[in-house]
């Protein structure tokens, strides 16, 4: 039974195209991210939602729109895709609140190609 | 603020040899430290956590890490390693009281028969 669960695993798509990954846990966790993984597999922090509210928004583009309809799900949506866009983006969920030292779950990731 | 570094972009060791990854960080106050493995076209799994106690820890797959605080490390060891160890290792960071853990920039472990 998967923890954390990313649909598509791949999306491949043209510029310009507006496009969502969606992601859920089945951990009971309360605090869900999404990260981005470039092409030399750097990993950094967009978002992250503790109970469904926004906690931390890093320096990205406001054509990535992040949406929380309850703790157990957060979705990604991008609007007016770029070449630069082009990644794997990684949701992961942890047990914050609760258990500030715990480690995240991450999923399989998304290999986002625009073309 | 809070940074981990990865000085080494890749490690390469032979099978049944001890293997080092190196981690150094910067934090305010203690910091809560861990090391994930990422598998090619997989997620990031964790490994260990070092969070108070003893400067050793131990984890998955006989990998452990070593917390020196004078140094700022917490350096992944094995002491032997195996040719599945081959993949992605990162070190993150995040302080206490924080949200976000930092991750470093990742080190290849290839592990040659």
């Known amino acids: 039974d998967t923890a954390v669960s990313q649909t598509p695993k791949y999306l491949v798509t043209q510029m310009g195209n507006d496009k969502s990954i969606k992601c859920e846990q089945n951990l009971g966790h309360d605090t869900m991210y999404w990260y981005k993984q470039d092409s030399k597999k750097f990993l950094k922090i967009m978002f992250s939602y503790n109970n469904k509210e926004l906690i931390i928004n890093e320096t990205v583009p406001n054509r990535f729109s992040p949406k929380s309809p309850d703790k157990a799900h957060l979705n990604l949506h991008i609007n007016s895709l770029e070449l630069g866009d082009s990644a794997v983006y990684f949701c992961?969920?942890?047990?914050?609140?609760?258990?500030?030292?715990?480690?995240?779950?991450f999923g399989q990731g998304t290999r986002l190609t625009v073309v | 603020a809070q940074s981990v570094a990865q000085p080494e972009d890749q490690v390469n060791v032979a099978e049944g040899n001890p293997l080092t990854v190196k981690c150094t960080y910067s934090v305010s106050g203690n910091p809560y430290l861990f090391w994930y493995v990422q598998y090619p076209n997989r997620g990031l799994q964790f490994l260990l956590k070092y969070i108070t106690g003893d400067n050793l820890v131990k984890g998955s797959y006989g990998f452990e890490a070593e917390f020196n605080k004078s140094q700022t490390s917490f350096h992944l060891k094995k002491p032997s390693a195996l040719v599945s160890d081959s993949a992605l290792y990162f070190c993150a960071v995040r302080f206490r009281g924080g949200y976000i853990p930092t991750f470093g920039r990742g080190t290849s472990l290839i592990v040659h028969p």
């Open positions: 992961a969920s942890s047990q914050m609140q609760a258990i500030p030292n715990t480690e995240a779950f």
